[in-house]
C-alpha cells in the first residue's frame, strides 16, 4: 500500500494546510519517510461534518451489514500482511512478535464485536406492554432501546500502534455501536495509522456506507486535539494516554456549551501483594516468582497501562529473600528501546525522581540497551511506612521501573490501599493459607481498581466478555466503563423510550415482529430470540 502523508477525510485524500510532521525510529532517531500534512481547524470541521451526515444512515444500520463491515476491516488490515508489521516497527521500536500479537488482537477485537452486533443484546430492548385495564390508572405502552450517541472522536495510543489505535478497540467498540469514528492519529507512528486508516476505508466504500463513517486525520494534539473534543458534532469521546491530557481532554469537553463524556483511560501503578504462603517454597519457587514479577516490569519496555509499577512483599526473611531474587532477576535484564525518545526522557527523570527520594533503595538494576533510548529497568525499594506518607512514591513511571514495599501486618497493606488512587488492576499472589490474611483486602481493593487477579499478573488483557479495562479516578474517567470487552459498547450507548407509539412508526428493533430477531426483556421477563421463533414457527 503506498502512504500519501495526508488525512484521509471521508474516503478523500486531504492535503493539510499546516506544518508537516514525520515519525521517527526510536532506535536510531531517524526520520521517516513520508511527511505528514497536518490539517487545521477549518479542514477539521469536514471530517466532524461528514461524521454527522453518516450517522442516520449508519446508526440504522441492519445487524448483517453492520457485522459483516466490521468483519471487512479486520480482513482489510491483516491483507496488509507484512508490511503493517514492518512499519509499525520502524515508528515504535517493538518487536515483530508483539507487533503480530497486537494485529491479531486488534482484528480479534473487531470480529468479536461482529459477533455482539450480530446477537444484539446491546440495543437492550425493553417493552412494557400497555394495560389500559389497569386501575385506578391505565398503563400505556412504553418501549426501550439503546441508540448510539452520535460522531465519536479516539485517540491513539502511543504505546498500541494497532490494539488501541486506528481500528484499535475504542474505534471498534464505536463503529459497533453505531457510531462513526473521527480518528486523530499519533503522531509518533504516522504510518502504521495510515495503513489501518485505508483499510477501515476501503470497508466503508466496499458495503457502500456514507463515506463519513470514517476519517482518519493528522494534526497538533494541543491544537487539532482540542479542537475536535470541542467540535459540536462530536458526542464521545474516547482516549488512552497521559493523565495531563486526558485532564484536559475532560476540561474541554465539560466547557462545551453541550458538555459531552470524554472515556479516557490515563494512568495506574497495578499493584502486587504477594503473602507469606507463596514465598514458602523452594529457593527456585522464590526465584519462579521474582523472575515473573521483573518479566511483568519489563515486558514491552514496561510501556503498558497494565505493568506493576508496586510489590507490596512481607518483612522479614522470606520477604528478604524474595527482594535479594528480584534483584538477581533485573539485574540479568537489558533495557528494551522506548517508543519515543520522549517517552524514554520522562522515564529517566520519573527513576532519578524516585531514586532519590527519602527511604527509597535500588533493589537491582540492569545494562542499558543498545540504543540511546533504552534505559536499563530499575527496581527500587522501601517501607510501608514511607510510601503512605510520600507522594512521591505514588507517581506512575510509564517504562521498567516498579518498586518493592515492605509490609509487617495486614492493617499496614488496608491503610496502604487507602491511600492508593485509582487503579486499573490489583494482584494477589498467594496460598490457600494465606486466604484469611488476604480476605480483607478484597473489598478493600474493590475501591480502587478495576481487575482483582489471583496468582496471576496484570499484564496481557483478555479481550471477551467479562474483562473489565478501567477503575476509578485516575486509571479512568469513569469508573462504570471499560475499554476492552463486549461492554465497551455501552459507552456510545444511551437509552431512549418510546410511549404509545404506533407499529408503523417504531424503530425496527421495537417492532413486535422482531424482524431482527433480538433477545427481549418484556414486562419484565426475558425472551429469547430463538424462543420466539419457534412460537411463531409452531
Known amino acids: 500500500m503506498t502512504l500519501t502523508g495526508h488525512s484521509l477525510i471521508a474516503g478523500q485524500t486531504v492535503v493539510g494546510d499546516g506544518k508537516t510532521a514525520f515519525g521517527f525510529n526510536p532506535a536510531t532517531n531517524e526520520q521517516l519517510d513520508p511527511a505528514y500534512s497536518l490539517i487545521t481547524e477549518d479542514q477539521l470541521k469536514l471530517a466532524t461534518a461528514a461524521a454527522a451526515d453518516a450517522y442516520p444512515s449508519f446508526s440504522t444500520l441492519d445487524p448483517e451489514t453492520h457485522a459483516g463491515f466490521l468483519e471487512a476491516i479486520a480482513d482489510n488490515i491483516e491483507a496488509i500482511g507484512e508490511e503493517l508489521i514492518v512499519r509499525a516497527g520502524q515508528e515504535t521500536g517493538l518487536p515483530a512478535a508483539r507487533l503480530q500479537g497486537e494485529r491479531a488482537r486488534t482484528t480479534g477485537q473487531l470480529r468479536l464485536f461482529a459477533n455482539v452486533v450480530r446477537q444484539g443484546d446491546f440495543r437492550g430492548v425493553r417493552v412494557d406492554p400497555a394495560i389500559p385495564d389497569r386501575t385506578p390508572l391505565p398503563r400505556a405502552d412504553i418501549r426501550q432501546r439503546q441508540i448510539p450517541l452520535g460522531p465519536v472522536a479516539v485517540f491513539g495510543a502511543s504505546n498500541f500502534p494497532l490494539a ?185 527523570a520519573g527513576a532519578e525522581a524516585l531514586g532519590s527520594a527519602d527511604g527509597v533503595n535500588l533493589i537491582g538494576k540492569g545494562a542499558a540497551g543498545a540504543t540511546e533510548n533504552a534505559p536499563a529497568p530499575t527496581i527500587f525499594g522501601t517501607q510501608v511506612r514511607d510510601f503512605v506518607t510520600n507522594h512521591v512514591l505514588h507517581e506512575e513511571i510509564f517504562g521498567a521501573a516498579s518498586l518493592v514495599i515492605r509490609y509487617g501486618s495486614t492493617d499496614e497493606l488496608l491503610d496502604a490501599i487507602k491511600r492508593l488512587e485509582g487503579q486499573l488492576t490489583a494482584s494477589l499472589q498467594l496460598t490457600e493459607e494465606d486466604y484469611p490474611t488476604a480476605a480483607p483486602l478484597i473489598p478493600a481493593l474493590e475501591q480502587k481498581v478495576g481487575r482483582i487477579i489471583v496468582n496471576g499478573w496484570p499484564t496481557g488483557v483478555e479481550v471477551g466478555h467479562a474483562m473489565v479495562h478501567g477503575g476509578p479516578f485516575p486509571a479512568t474517567s469513569d469508573s462504570r466503563t471499560t475499554s476492552v470487552g463486549t461492554l465497551a459498547i455501552n459507552r456510545f450507548l444511551r437509552p431512549v423510550a418510546y410511549q404509545n407509539i404506533p407499529q408503523e412508526l417504531l424503530p425496527t428493533p421495537l417492532q413486535d415482529t422482531n424482524p431482527w430477531h433480538l433477545n427481549r426483556r418484556i414486562d419484565g421477563v426475558v425472551e429469547a430470540a430463538e424462543a420466539q421463533k419457534a412460537g411463531i414457527n409452531a
Open 164 to 348: 488501541f489505535s486506528t481500528a484499535g478497540g475504542d474505534t471498534a467498540s464505536a463503529l459497533a455501536a453505531g457510531c462513526p469514528v473521527v480518528f486523530k492519529a499519533h503522531n509518533a507512528h504516522p504510518g502504521t495509522g495510515e495503513l489501518v486508516g485505508q483499510a477501515v476505508a476501503k470497508a466503508v466504500k466496499d458495503f457502500g456506507l456514507h463515506p463519513g463513517v470514517f476519517s482518519l486525520i493528522y494534526g497538533p494534539g494541543a491544537s487539532i486535539g482540542q479542537a475536535l473534543v470541542a467540535d459540536p458534532n462530536i458526542k464521545a469521546v474516547g482516549f488512552t494516554g497521559s493523565q495531563a491530557a486526558g485532564i484536559s481532554l475532560m476540561r474541554t469537553a465539560a466547557a462545551r456549551r453541550v458538555p459531552i463524556p470524554v472515556y479516557a483511560e490515563m494512568s495506574s501503578l497495578n499493584p502486587v501483594f504477594v503473602f507469606e504462603g507463596a514465598l514458602k517454597g523452594s529457593a527456585e519457587d522464590i526465584d519462579a516468582l521474582a523472575a515473573q514479577y521483573v518479566t511483568a516490569v519489563t515486558g514491552s519496555s514496561g510501556q503498558l497501562c497494565t505493568s506493576p509499577g508496586l510489590l507490596f512483599a512481607p518483612e522479614g526473611e522470606l520477604g528478604d529473600k524474595l527482594a535479594a531474587a528480584v534483584g538477581r532477576a533485573v539485574s540479568a535484564c537489558s533495557g528494551q528501546t522506548m517508543l519515543t525518545a520522549g517517552i524514554a526522557g520522562s522515564w529517566n
